[in-house]
C-alpha cells in the first residue's frame, strides 16, 4: 500500500476521500520487538476525512495513513476544513453507522464480515423522494441497487399517467405487482450488468417493470461499480 504521511511527521493540510479508501494505523510499542510497531486504527472511504490533527501546525501527524485503493484526494488547510467539515455534518443524514446496522440486518449481507459491510456503508448515499416520482423504468437498466429506508415503492406493471411530474396513483390495484418496504430493495439489473462486464460477457439485463414511491420515501443508494 502507498503510504500518505508517516506517524509523528509534521504536516499542516487535512485530505478529504474522494474517491478510493485509506487505512489509518497509530504506532505502538512492542516489547517483543523492541521497537514500534503499526497498528490498525481504522478505515476512511469517500466523503470522510483525515490528517486533522495537524491543520495548527503545532501537533505532528498522530496517525499513519496507506492507500488501500487508487485514490483521489482534496487537500485543505484549516480554514477550508472547518467549512467543508461543517457542510459535511448537514449534509450526512444518515451516519454511517446507522447505514451499517441496517445493512446487517438485511439477509443479503449476513455472512458478510465487519469491514466488508462498512465498505458497503460508506459507499452508500441517501435520498429523500416525495410520493409518486418514478425510481426505475421499465426495460432500462438501474444504475444504483436501491434500498427502502422509510416509506414504501410500489413495482407496477405500467406507470400510471403523468401530471406535473409527479405520478398519479390511479390505477387498479391489479397493477401493482409488489410493495416493497423498510429492508427491502430494487435494482438490481445494473449490479448485474456490472458484473457481466467483469467476466467480459455481452450479456446485459433490463428492469423488468416500474418503481414508484407511494408515500414519501427515505432511500440508500449503493452505485452497481461500489456493490462489486
Known sequence: MIQIFKFNTPGTD??????????LFTEQFNPQLNRLKLAY??????????????????????????????MELLCIDYEHFVAARGHTVAQNVVRTQEKEKFLMELPLFRGLDNYTVSRFAHSLQYEEVRKGVAL???????PDLIFVLTGAVDLVRKLPCLSSGIMLVMESQQNVIATLHPGDYFGESGLINCRYQAMHSRERVVECCDAVSTSPVGLLRLSSSDAL
Open 14 to 23: 487535512a485530505f478529504i476521500i474522494l474517491r478510493g479508501g485509506a487505512r
Open 41 to 70: 486504527e481504522e478505515d476512511k472511504f469517500p466523503g470522510e476525512f483525515f490528517g486533522e490533527a495537524a491543520l495548527d501546525g503545532l501537533h505532528h501527524r498522530g496517525t499513519t495513513v496507506q492507500a488501500l485503493t487508487d
Open 136 to 142: 426505475t423504468t421499465k426495460r432500462v437498466a438501474s
